[in-house]
């Protein structure tokens, strides 16, 4: 019982979410679930699809399965084999078993995001560009900030963006591994390191310098639209891309969520950076 309660910690440190945050997708289960099956309630499926959207919005893998299994068996509307498979695929890439063998059965199927997973992430307003450096803040090492404010515009990038990511991938320690071998300041995965030649992502400098050339990658590809930068920056441009959108990944949503609660807008200039074709994909329908 001790182990089961240690690797659900894990897993919420992991993700980024709170317990209270893994209760609440929890309660919007079991409620989707006796909603659909009418079980101790009357059944409305609607209301159930409602809710299972409200938690796979969230990256949710059982409500990712339990969404996509409405829509391949046509519950409360018709039968929608493509909105199944995006919502299995996106289960499956989240380590749901089941999901693996839906998406099997589904090949050859296009695969079509869900209307109701297509939110926008809100924004604060901002009129101004905002400053070419930021002001030191106490609860940020004042080496990191003089670093960042000295190599981001060098590459471009605002250093209140900088900041966001280095504090939700790292809490700026320099010294920090992940789960996934990602390291440094910035969390950088060897191929990232090596495809932005960071020879020690240990070194503060280095590290950002790859991490800040990654941004501004990110920034060409993706025209300028944070939420897709930063949701490439978690889970790779290709998983973008893939999705057409922000990734159904639980780690990633909120994720992404995090570090726009941070920084406060959905836009940011970009320059090319040698990307020779831009996504296609837009967040912003």
Known sequence: MLGAGL???SQIAVAGLTESDTLELKWLRLQAVALEHGEGVEKDELRAHSLYCDAARRGDPEALFSLGWMYANGRGFPRD??????LFRAAAESGHEHAVQMVARLAGQEAVQPVCLQVKIEEEAVDEEGPAVVEHDPTIPKRVVDLVNRLAPEYRIHPKLALAV???ESGF???AISPKSAQGLM???PDTAKRFNVKNPFDPEQ???GGLAYLRWLLAYFRGDVPLVL???NAGEGAVDRYRGVPPY???RTYVKRVMALYGRESHPFVEDGVSRPSETRFRQ
């Not at 084999?81 to 995006?86: E, S, T, V």
């Open 250 to 252: 639980l780690e990633t």
């Open 7 to 9: 690797v659900l910690a």
């Open 173 to 175: 320690d320099p010294k």
């Open 207 to 209: 590290n950002l310098r």
């Open 231 to 233: 949701a490439g920056y």
């Open 187 to 189: 969390q950088l995965i």
């Open 166 to 168: 280095i504090r939700v």
């Open 81 to 86: 084999d493509g909105r199944a498979l995006y």
